[in-house]
């Protein structure tokens, strides 16, 4: 191992915290038998002091801890290049990427950051504030800002999912980037997440935010816009539209949680051409491969399992998530699935995390995830999948821009 860029870059990260230009950092690429998918820091206050808090990720749970920034130190090189084989530093001044091999490699580049927020003792700022105006106006609380009896696992959903939305911040390239966000919440329902982000972003990172719901229902669209404006959120508007007709403009953050069916897949789509960073999505019903299944693997190695309606309500909604996290990264994101919610609430519990990865992918990457997606597809007998239709269909027009803006997707 070339010890000297481990130095170099452990080098910086000391002094990043000695000057506090520090910003955050990841460790990754785990050994295999390390129990731990990542490391995180960043920089917090605790009961008015400068920590550093480390999130430990495991596969299906976080730990947080916040030790001084000399036991972080002490922490991070103990773990590098044995735990952990590659580490993204972000200073204020700059950026610097060590990827640990037979030859190992340390990029900087230069960048031009604010200060990190400083993120809070989770007791003092609560990321979901049980006493919020919005959940009073939804009836998610009553008046007192106690969660009513039939709303707990709706406000435990809300809590997961700000959850799950501010550590794929934290660990984006929007952290600390000190921009203006933009949000658009696709089948926003009847806003109680749409405005849950809002709320995170305005109140607890003190971003400037502007957030957008797309609803189809009319009657959900003016219910959530009188409470934003009750609310004072005054850069969040609900547009009824459907999804695969609204417009998207350049974007941060996308978010579609329990959109139906394909639903999900133009709200993916329009995320990824819009240039969001980080793609939320909860996948609804899977009803589009379903079908596709029955057909081909009626006599393949499933028949046994497919023969039974629920295991193939299953392995539809697995195959079909799948896929759509292999095109996201052949699409450059990063994809994480996890639970979204305890399945014992709702058979709705898959989320799918995509992040924007710094660099565009080498043309070997593409090509294999093109032949795993593949794969995939024929194992299954899919034939048709509405994501992977609109990115072909996408990279068709780009090839003829002269006909691109005649033509319109629904
Ligand atoms: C199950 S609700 C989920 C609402 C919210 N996202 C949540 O998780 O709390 C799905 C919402 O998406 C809306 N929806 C479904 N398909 C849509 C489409 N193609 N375009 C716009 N809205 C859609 C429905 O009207 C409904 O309000």
């Known amino acids: 191992m070339n010890d000297s860029a481990l130095s170099r870059f452990l080098a910086r990260l000391q002094s990043s915290f000695e000057d506090e230009t520090f910003v955050k950092l990841t460790?990754?690429?785990p050994a295999a038998a390390s129990p731990l998918r990542k490391l995180l820091l960043r920089p917090v206050t605790?009961?008015?002091e400068?920590?550093?808090c480390v999130v430990s990720r495991f596969l299906t749970r976080d730990e947080t801890k916040n030790p001084t920034f000399s036991?972080?130190?002490?922490l991070v090189e103990a773990r590098l290049g044995s735990e952990f084989q590659s580490a993204h530093l972000f200073t204020q001044t700059e950026d610097v990427q060590l990827e640990i091999g037979a030859k190992?490699?340390?990029r900087i580049v230069p960048a031009a950051r604010e200060p990190a927020p400083l993120g809070?003792?989770?007791?003092?700022?609560?990321?979901?504030?049980?006493q919020a105006r919005y959940l009073k106006e939804l009836e998610v609380t009553d008046t007192r800002g106690k969660v009513r009896e039939r709303m707990g696992a709706k406000f435990r959903q809300i809590e997961r999912f700000v959850d799950l939305l501010a550590s794929a911040y934290r660990e984006s390239r929007l952290f600390g980037s000190g921009k203006p966000l933009t949000l658009c919440d696709m089948g926003s329902g009847k806003g109680y997440l749409t405005m849950a982000a809002y709320d995170y972003f305005q109140r607890v990172e003190k971003a400037p935010i502007h957030g957008t719901g797309v609803e189809e229902r009319a009657d959900l669209a003016t219910l959530c816009n009188r409470v934003a404006q009750q609310c004072g959120?005054?850069?969040?508007?609900?547009v009824c539209s459907p999804?695969?007709?609204?417009?998207?403009?350049?974007?941060?953050?996308l978010v579609a949680l329990h959109a139906c069916n394909t639903a999900t897949d133009d709200a993916l789509f329009a995320g990824i051409r819009a240039g969001a960073q980080i793609l939320l999505a909860a996948p609804c019903c899977h009803k589009e491969a379903r079908p596709q299944l029955d057909r081909v693997q009626a006599a393949g190695p499933l028949a046994d399992l497919l023969r039974h309606g629920l295991f193939a309500e299953r392995q539809s909604e697995m195959a079909t998530d799948a896929l759509r996290a292999l095109l996201l990264e052949r699409e450059g994101y990063k994809v994480r699935i996890t639970e979204f919610v305890a399945a014992e609430h709702t058979a709705k519990n898959v989320m799918l995390i995509a992040t924007k990865r710094g660099e565009p992918l080498a043309a070997e990457a593409v090509a294999d995830l093109d032949a795993r997606i593949a794969h995939l597809k024929t194992f299954y007998g899919i034939q048709h999948q509405r994501l992977e239709q609109l990115l072909v269909d996408g990279r068709e027009l780009e090839r003829t821009p002269a006909v691109a803006g005649a033509v319109s997707r629904v």
């Not at 999804?243 to 953050?253: E, G, N, Q, R, T």
Request: glycine share 4%.
């Open 120 to 130: 809070h003792d989770r007791e003092r700022v609560r990321w979901v504030d049980v």
């Open 243 to 253: 999804i695969a007709k609204y417009s998207l403009p350049p974007l941060d953050i």
């Open 233 to 238: 959120f005054d850069q969040l508007q609900f």
């Open 71 to 74: 036991e972080a130190f002490t």
């Open 104 to 106: 190992s490699r340390l």
């Open 27 to 29: 460790l990754g690429h």
């Open 46 to 48: 605790v009961r008015g």
């Open 50 to 52: 400068r920590r550093c």
